[in-house]
């Protein structure tokens, strides 16, 4: 594994089979050869190490239990409840897991790095639950059932099977690992739970950045509306980065469109049109900052506490706490939920009978009741955006005793955000749906790149809303948008 990674290569990166390099593989056991010396000459306990957890830091342990106080941690801190995470953020977990310990601040062996590789590489997925963690002392929960494998206890996700991880054990004649002092606590303690969501996250939102541009420049000219609020004059007055990008996106997917040519009845355009560089590029601008954030992270070491060969030292601190990605987690979820609340007033115009199309773009409105349902199942997805967008991250309920006293509730803030991500997704898709059907009203050519498009999703066959039920349509346009 690398030193650094930039946040757009990071799921290429991980196509790619886990491997311990000899550079990798000196650093970690240099790390753990001095964390044994620094253990045998310290003269006071150790957090976490040869003391108990969070509030029962004082209790010291004996020599002679420090192993099974590692086994006990990740038995015990296993409590994840709710739906399975999917396999893609399990095994993303498992990765950024790898790379957290592959920086040489952790004290783990190079043993188990190989055995969490080797789990990764042929697709072993713990079997974790989406729901525990408060994305404070790092995402323990689910941290620790993802590492329970090692130990061969918890379960595991084999070819769509799962099983008891030591049956898996035994049938790849493998044996369960004792884990060393601090060992366990460095597999649970970290952001990896919070950072797959964002990863994830990242993926889906790069792919709706590319589409919306195409999306509402179909909407536009579908809704004959005006070019100039896409005039670069403007933005240039008000040079805000995601504003100007967005204005010049409109600018280049209409480039040659016949239709913004044609005289408009108009003055003006409703705010859902005539504000997408500005609402758009607030949303730009929102995730530009949570990607770096996220990119910090990513090359970040999280868990605790944290071997400093060069300062002898073995340092507790609050690394592991979610503080950074929670709030950018949320701030995510509401940047995309603004993408799907204008992108549903645009389909909400698009079947409102205005502008020489017809009502709900029904072929006969009134025996046929056209779109007007699908603009429902997007103020629907929308309503539930807002509710989602409620902050996790200015919650914090006192745990472990009141010795973790504000967690960043995080990992909340992830699950909520891969939410709202997917019903933006679908809002979009409707809308390209409603764009095309108003299109394909209009006598008056778009431009060659939208009628590229259209002609390319229209390969199945005509949008036949009176024999084909609405859902397939929409689910038709959802993976021309997402999936194509």
């Known amino acids: ?99 957290n310990m592959s920086k040489g601040y952790s004290g783990i062996r190079p043993l188990v790095f190989e055995r969490l590789a080797l789990m990764y590489n042929d697709n072993v997925i713990p079997c974790v639950n989406e729901q525990g963690s408060l994305g404070a002392s790092g995402d323990l929960a689910p941290l620790s059932q993802m590492c329970l494998p090692l130990i061969g206890k918890g379960r595991v996700r084999v070819a769509g099977e799962i099983l008891d991880s030591e049956v898996w054990l035994n049938t790849v004649g493998l044996s369960p690992i004792t884990l060393d002092p601090k060992e366990a606590l460095a597999l649970i303690n970290g952001t990896q739970f919070m950072m797959s969501h964002a990863l994830l996250a990242y993926k889906k939102i790069e792919a709706i950045e590319a589409q919306l541009p195409w999306i509402a420049g179909l909407s536009i000219d579908a809704f004959d509306c005006r070019i100039e609020p896409f005039h670069p004059a403007i933005h240039d007055v008000r040079p805000h980065n995601g504003q100007i990008r967005a204005a010049a996106e409109i600018r280049q997917v209409l480039d040659g469109s016949k239709r913004t040519q044609t005289p408009k009845k108009q003055v003006q355009d409703p705010y859902s049109f005539r504000c997408i560089p500005q609402v758009h590029g607030a949303s730009y601008d929102a995730l530009d900052h949570c990607f770096s954030v996220w990119e910090t992270e990513l090359n970040s070491v999280t868990d605790n506490p944290n071997v400093f060969e060069l300062e002898n030292a073995v340092i507790s601190g609050g690394n592991f706490h979610g503080q950074p990605l929670a709030l950018t987690l949320d701030y995510a979820a509401m940047a995309i939920a603004e993408l799907a609340n204008i992108s549903e007033r645009r389909l909400y115009l698009l079947v409102s009978g205005q502008r020489e199309l017809t009502p709900y773009l029904a072929e006969i409105p009134g025996t046929d009741s056209g779109c007007m349902i699908t603009q429902y199942s997007a103020a629907s997805l929308v309503s539930q955006n807002k509710q989602l967008c409620t902050p996790a991250s200015v919650d914090s309920i006192m745990s472990s005793n009141g010795q973790e006293d504000h967690v960043s509730m995080g990992a909340n803030a992830a699950t909520k955000l891969i939410r709202v991500v997917e019903n933006t997704r679908y809002v979009l898709a409707m809308e390209w749906l409603c764009g095309v059907k108003a299109h394909k009203q209009r006598n008056i050519e778009s431009s060659v790149g939208i009628e590229k498009r259209v002609s390319e999703f229209l390969k199945e066959g005509p949008l036949d809303h009176r024999n084909t039920p609405m859902n397939d349509l929409i689910e038709r346009a959802y993976n021309y948008c997402w999936l194509g």
Request: net charge negative; glycine share 6%; charged share 20%.
């Open 1 to 99: 594994m690398r030193d650094y990674y930039f946040i757009h290569e990071v799921w290429k990166a991980m196509a790619e089979p886990v491997e311990l390099t000899e550079v990798v593989r000196n650093r970690m056991q240099k790390s753990v050869d001095f964390l044994h010396g620094y253990l045998s000459d310290a003269k006071a306990p150790v957090y976490g190490i040869n003391t108990g957890f969070g509030s029962l830091q004082n209790v010291e342990i004996s020599a002679s239990e420090l192993n099974e106080l590692q086994e006990n941690l990740l038995i015990t801190h296993a409590a994840g409840v709710g739906a399975l995470l999917s396999e893609e953020l399990t095994k993303t977990m498992i990765w950024l897991k790898l790379l």
